[in-house]
């Protein structure tokens, strides 16, 4: 009997988890709409809050302030990242197409589901307690992405190079289509992902 009332708490408490997660997401995805209209420095709770559907009070049961909903995008955005680069090097097959993989995951992640690519470059915004263990991720997300160059290039897919300096640019590159996608485009985030990893790949194939 107690093992199934302990189950029967511990299903209620997932669920819960669950539902203020998915809140937590809409929250995210409301604040990015603003964000893309009015700017980060100039967006505030009260803005977020009604652009989600919240009194304020509702919104800081979610969110302690802008610095959390902040962290909370830039996490969820490189752990995806993270885990992208990890089913790329875990499947086999050229290097070029594990390192564009990892290109349109990362275009994905910044512009499809989570809305949050302009919060995800703010980075600099964040108090030093909540930005160093983001830079850490960054940092390894980086170093992996740099491998596969350095494995390209040893297998002889990919010309000789500064590995270091052309991962910062392809990196930079797919980073910048935050600052200019829009939603109502006349290109889907596929097709961009797609042909922009295509682009920076070719330009180090041998």
């Known amino acids: 009997m107690v093992q199934i009332l302990n189950h029967r708490s511990n299903a209620g408490s997932e669920r819960v988890r669950r539902r203020s997660e998915a809140r937590r997401l809409d929250i995210l995805r409301a604040a990015a709409r603003v964000f893309r209209r009015r700017g980060v420095a100039s967006t505030g709770m009260r803005e977020i809050a009604q652009e989600a559907d919240l009194s304020p009070g509702n919104l800081y049961y979610y969110f302690s302030g802008k610095d959390e909903l902040l962290l909370f995008c830039q996490e969820r955005t490189v752990d995806s990242m993270l885990a992208a680069v990890a089913a790329a090097r875990a499947t086999p097959g ?64 990919f010309a000789p190079c500064d590995a270091a300096l052309v991962t910062r640019a392809m990196l ?33 194939l041998r």
């Open 94 to 157: 050229a290097v070029a197409e594990q390192l564009r993989s990892v290109l349109r995951a990362h275009v994905h992640a910044m512009l499809d589901e989570l809305e949050g690519a302009t919060a995800h470059l703010e980075i600099d915004g964040l108090p030093e307690a909540m930005r160093a263990p983001i830079i850490a991720k960054r940092d390894r997300y980086e170093r992996a992405v740099r491998q596969l160059v350095t494995d390209g290039v040893a297998r002889g897919e």
């Open 172 to 204: 930079g590159a797919v980073n910048w289509t935050a600052r200019w996608y829009r939603p109502d485009g006349a290109r889907p985030v596929a097709e961009i992902a797609q042909t922009l990893a295509d682009y920076l790949v070719k330009g180090v």
